[in-house]
Nanobody
Framework: QVQLVESGGGLVQAGGSLRLSCAASGRTFERYAMAWFRQAPGKEREFVTTISWSGATADYADSVKGRFTISRDNVKNTVYLQMNSLKPEDTAVYYC???????????????????WGQGTQVTVSS
């Protein structure tokens, strides 16, 4: 059973940056797509970004394109989310998710992910 542990959240001013990390353990991390989702208070969870098993392809929600970058280190079993030019509307709990399809591609479909981390809070002040 894979386990995901996020870290790196916190409080930052608008325009600032944060880097989230998601450490995976328990199965062959490098063979599965990974993604970040987020959930703001009173809202449904939404897709942020995804990366394929190899790291060759990635996709982003329109709201974060050009500001966020996803990457992965398959040696360290870790996926990262670099967030720049943060806005108050980026405030949310950010969740890391692991796909279940072997050698999966980058996809924003929540149904493609069955393993989730506990989440890390990101708060952007104006």
């Amino acid at each position: 059973q894979v386990q995901l542990v996020e870290s790196g959240g916190g409080l930052v001013q608008a325009g600032g940056s944060l880097r989230l990390s998601c450490a995976a353990s328990g199965r062959t991390f490098e063979r599965y797509a990974m993604a970040w989702f987020r959930q703001a208070p009173g809202k449904e969870r939404e897709f942020v970004t995804t990366i394929s098993w190899s790291g060759a392809t990635a996709d982003y929600a329109d709201s974060v394109k050009g500001r966020f970058t996803i990457s992965r280190d398959n040696v360290k079993n870790t996926v990262y989310l670099q967030m720049n030019s943060l806005k108050p509307e980026d405030t949310a709990v950010y969740y890391c998710a692991a796909g279940f399809e072997l050698f999966g591609g980058a996809t924003g479909a929540e149904s493609k992910y069955r393993t989730w981390g506990q989440g890390t809070q990101v708060t952007v002040s104006s």
